[in-house]
C-alpha cells in the first residue's frame, strides 16, 4: 500500500465515527448552513460597504489611508502620466509588464526599463527602483489589490522592487471579498494562473517589541494610481 | 510524574518570576486586543461569520478523504507533484531527497510551523545543507538557536537591546535601538539569500480542494519572494489544513486576521497552483506538496476532540490565555503553544507524556470564546484530564478522592475533621514553607488560610 493510501484508509477508518457540528447540540449532525447559503449571505456578515461607486473609492480610500497606501485618482492619461514622472525624479531603472495601461507608461519615462514578461535576472530587477504592474481588481472592503501571474508580470515584480505601484481602472474597483473570489472564478476557472495574490497595504512587519515598521522584505511603498 | 511534568513545572515557576518579562508580553497582547476588537466590531454580524466558518471546516474535516484526493489531484493535473508522509520521518526523507535531487546548496524558508514540528532545519543542517529562517520573527529566533515563544509572534519576549545584541554578535552589525533600522539590517541579509537560493521551503494556511492551491497568509513578503525566486518551491503542510471551496477565502481571511493579529486582513494572501505555468514570467520550474499526517489521524479518530482539527493557527486563544501570558511560550516545550497546543499536543506526542498541559489551565474558557472557528477548547481540556486518568489511575489522585468522599459522606466523621484540623492548625507554623509541611504546594508562594474559629452551622446556632 502506498503512503497515501495508508493515509486515506487511517483517515476513512477515522471517520466511522461521526463528529456533533460545532455549535449544535450533541449528535446533531445536520449542517445548518448550506455552501450555497454561506455563499450568499457571506457579505452581510464582512465589514459592510456602500452602494455606489463613490462609497467604494471612499472606502478604498479611507482603508489606503490607514494601510499607508498612497492611493491617488487620476482624472487621465496625461494626468497618470505627469504623477508619474513627478515620481521618477529619483529613479534610475524601472521594471514594468506588458499590458493595456503599462503599455501606455512604459517607454514614457524615459528610464531604462526591465520586462518581466521577457524574462529577466533576478539581480537586475532587485536592483530596480520601482516595480509597476496591472491587476485584476480593487477590493474597497480592505483596500486591497489583487494580482496574479498573468495579470501582473508575474510572481517578483510586485514584490522584489522597494516600490510598487499598481495602475487600475476605475471600472476595477469591487465592493468586497466575495466579489474579488467571483470574479476569480469567472475569469479563470478553465486554467488558474499558478499565482494569485491579495495585496493589502505595503509589507509590514510587528516582530519587534509588535512596533510597526514598513517594508520587512516586500515593497515599503505601495501606490494605487486609479484612473 | 513525568520529565515534560516537572519542566514545564520548573519552567513556569522561573518565568512566572519574571515580571519584567510578563509585563512585556501582556502589555504586548493587551495592544493586540484593542486592534482585534476594532476590527472585529467592523464585521457586520461576526458571530454568525464564526458559525459559518466552523461549519465549512466541520464539513472539510469530516470529508477530509474526499477533498485531500481531490485537492491532490488538481495539483497533480497543473505539474505539482505531490507527496504523503504518515510521519515526520518520512516527511524529512522527502524533503532530503527533493533537495538532493535537485543538487541544491542553500535553502530559504519561510515560516512553516509543521516544519518547526517535524524538526526540519536541524535535519537539514545536519544534512550539509544551509537553511536560513527568512520571516523576521523566526529569524531572530534561528540566530539565537532557540524554538518561537508564540506560533504567530515567534519572537514577541524580546526586547529591542537583546535583538540589537544578537545581530551584532552574529552580523557584525553597529547596535541600534531602533525597530526600522533593526528591520532593515535582516531585510539586508535576506535579499541576497532569496537571490541565490535554490530551494524555497514554505507552509500552508489554507489548502483549496476545488482548485488545487495552497494559501499562504503574511505579512512581510518574505512567502512571496521564497516561492517567486528558488528553482524549487516545497510546501509542507498537515493534511487538516483543507478548504472545500476557493470562496471560502473569502470569509476565512479576514477572520484569520483579525482573531490572529487585529487586522482587517494580512498583507499578502497569496495562492499557488502550481509550478511556473506555459506563458508565465516566472516562478519555481518544479514544485512539491508534502501533505503530513504525524498523528492528525490520531486526532481525527476521537469525535469528541475532531474539531481540534479545524484550527487555523491564528493564535488568539494563546492571546487571551491566562496561562499563556503568565508562563509564557518557551515552558510548553511544544510546537504549538497555549489552549490548542495543550490540546492538540497529548494526541499528537503521546497522552501520558503530556497530560500535565492540560492541567494548567484555570477553565475560564477564554480560549473558547476567542475562536474563530469555534473549537470547544476549555472542555477537551477536560477530555484529556479525564483520558489520561481513565487510562492510567494514579493511585495519589484515587486514594486522595476515596477519602474524601469517606469523610464527605458522614457529617460525623467531617465535624470531626474540622475541629481536628482547627486544633493542629497551630503547629503548621514549625513546619511552614519547610519540605516538611503537608501543604507545600500552597504555601510555596501563599500563606495557609486560618480555619475558622466556628463553623457556619455553629455560628447560625449560636446566632442571638
Ligand atoms: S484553536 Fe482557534 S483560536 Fe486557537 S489558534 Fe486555532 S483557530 Fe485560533
Redesign the pocket.
Known amino acids: 500500500m502506498s503512503e497515501r493510501e495508508k493515509i486515506l484508509s487511517r483517515i476513512r477508518e477515522a471517520l466511522t465515527l461521526s463528529a456533533a457540528v460545532p455549535g449544535h447540540p450533541q449528535d446533531h449532525l445536520l449542517q445548518v448552513v448550506s455552501e450555497e447559503e454561506a455563499a450568499q449571505h457571506i457579505h452581510e456578515w464582512l465589514p459592510a460597504v456602500g452602494e455606489t461607486l463613490e462609497d467604494g473609492l471612499a472606502l478604498f480610500a479611507k482603508n489606503s489611508y490607514e494601510l499607508k497606501t498612497d492611493f491617488r485618482l487620476v482624472d487621465s492619461e496625461e494626468d497618470l502620466l505627469a504623477q508619474l514622472a513627478e515620481m521618477a525624479s529619483g529613479w534610475k531603472k524601472i521594471a514594468i509588464h506588458r499590458g493595456e495601461l503599462t503599455d501606455a507608461v512604459c517607454g514614457k519615462l524615459g528610464l531604462p526599463v526591465c520586462i518581466t514578461d521577457e524574462g529577466y535576472d533576478a539581480s537586475y530587477l532587485e536592483s530596480c527602483d520601482v516595480g509597476i504592474t496591472q491587476c485584476d481588481c480593487l477590493v474597497a472592503q480592505t483596500g486591497s489589490v489583487l494580482v496574479t501571474a498573468r495579470s501582473a508580470g508575474g510572481r517578483a515584480l510586485s514584490v522584489l522592487p522597494p516600490h510598487h505601484i499598481v495602475l487600475a481602472r476605475r471600472d476595477q474597483l469591487l465592493p468586497d471579498l466575495p466579489s474579488a473570489f467571483a470574479l476569480l472564478e469567472e475569469r479563470y476557472a478553465t486554467n488558474y494562473p499558478s499565482f494569485i495574490s491579495l495585496i493589502t497595504g505595503p509589507s509590514r512587519t510587528g516582530d519587534i517589541e509588535r512596533i510597526l515598521v514598513l517594508g520587512a522584505h516586500g515593497p515599503k511603498q505601495l501606490t494605487v494610481l486609479c484612473i | 510524574m513525568t520529565t515534560h511534568a516537572q519542566q514545564f513545572s520548573s519552567d513556569a515557576d522561573r518565568t512566572t518570576r519574571d515580571l519584567e518579562q510578563r509585563a512585556q508580553i501582556q502589555s504586548a497582547l493587551r495592544s493586540y486586543e484593542v486592534a482585534r476588537d476594532a476590527h472585529k466590531s467592523a464585521f457586520q454580524d461576526w458571530e454568525a461569520a464564526r458559525q459559518t466558518a466552523a461549519e465549512i471546516k466541520w464539513d472539510a474535516v469530516n470529508h477530509l478523504d474526499q477533498y485531500l484526493s481531490e485537492f491532490a489531484e488538481k495539483l497533480q493535473a497543473r505539474g505539482t507533484q505531490v507527496h504523503w508522509a504518515s510521519n515526520a520521518q518520512q516527511a524529512r526523507d522527502i524533503i532530503l531527497n527533493i533537495i538532493r535531487a535537485n543538487n541544491a546548496r542553500s535553502i530559504i524558508k519561510s515560516k512553516v510551523m509543521t516544519g518547526e514540528e517535524i524538526h526540519i532545519n536541524e535535519a537539514l543542517e545536519k544534512a550539509g545543507f544551509e537553511v536560513v529562517e527568512s520571516d523576521l520573527g523566526e529569524f531572530i529566533v534561528q540566530l539565537r538557536r532557540e524554538a518561537p515563544y508564540h506560533f504567530v509572534f515567534p519572537a514577541m519576549h524580546l526586547k529591542r537591546g537583546e535583538i540589537s545584541e544578537l545581530f551584532s554578535r552574529e552580523l557584525g552589525t553597529a547596535p541600534t535601538d531602533d525597530p526600522e533600522e533593526l528591520t532593515m539590517i535582516a531585510r539586508r541579509v535576506l535579499r541576497e539569500k532569496y537571490i541565490t537560493a535554490d530551494v524555497g521551503i514554505s507552509g500552508a494556511n489554507f489548502a483549496i480542494a476545488e482548485t488545487g492551491m495552497i494559501s499562504i497568509t503574511e505579512n512581510e513578503g518574505n512567502a512571496r519572494l521564497t516561492c517567486a525566486l528558488p528553482r524549487v518551491h516545497i510546501a509542507l503542510l498537515g493534511i487538516e489544513k483543507v478548504l472545500p471551496k476557493l470562496r471560502d477565502l473569502a470569509l476565512f481571511l479576514p477572520m484569520l486576521a483579525t482573531?490572529?493579529a487585529g487586522q482587517a486582513l494580512t498583507c499578502y494572501n497569496s495562492l499557488y497552483g502550481g509550478p511556473r505555468q506555459p506563458g508565465e514570467s516566472d516562478g519555481p520550474e518544479e514544485f512539491h506538496v508534502v501533505l503530513l499526517d504525524n498523528n492528525r489521524t490520531h486526532l481525527l479518530a476521537d469525535k469528541e476532540q475532531r474539531d481540534?482539527l479545524?484550527?487555523?493557527?491564528?493564535?488568539?486563544?494563546?492571546n487571551v490565555c491566562p496561562i499563556y501570558r503568565n508562563v509564557g511560550g518557551h515552558t510548553y516545550g511544544t510546537t504549538y503553544q497555549?489552549?490548542?497546543g495543550s490540546v492538540i499536543t497529548p494526541h499528537l506526542r503521546g497522552l501520558q507524556d503530556w497530560k500535565h498541559l492540560s492541567n494548567a489551565s484555570s477553565l475560564c474558557g477564554a480560549?473558547t470564546q476567542?475562536?474563530?472557528?469555534k473549537?470547544d477548547?476549555h472542555h477537551h481540556l477536560l477530555q484529556n484530564r479525564r483520558n489520561a486518568f481513565t487510562e492510567n489511575p494514579a493511585w495519589r489522585e484515587k486514594l486522595t478522592f476515596k477519602l474524601f468522599r469517606l469523610v464527605m459522606n458522614q457529617p460525623r466523621v467531617y465535624l470531626f475533621c474540622v475541629k481536628l484540623s482547627r486544633l493542629i492548625q497551630p503547629l503548621h507554623r514549625f513546619v511552614d514553607g519547610t519540605r516538611l509541611d503537608p501543604a507545600l504546594g500552597w504555601t510555596k508562594t501563599r500563606k495557609l488560610p486560618k480555619i475558622a474559629p466556628q463553623t457556619f452551622k455553629e455560628f447560625w446556632q449560636n446566632r442571638k
Not at chain 2, 476567542?370 to 472557528?373: D, E, N, R
Open positions: 482573531a490572529g481540534a479545524h484550527c487555523i493557527r491564528c493564535g488568539a486563544c494563546l497555549g489552549p490548542i480560549c476567542a475562536c474563530p472557528v473549537i477548547l
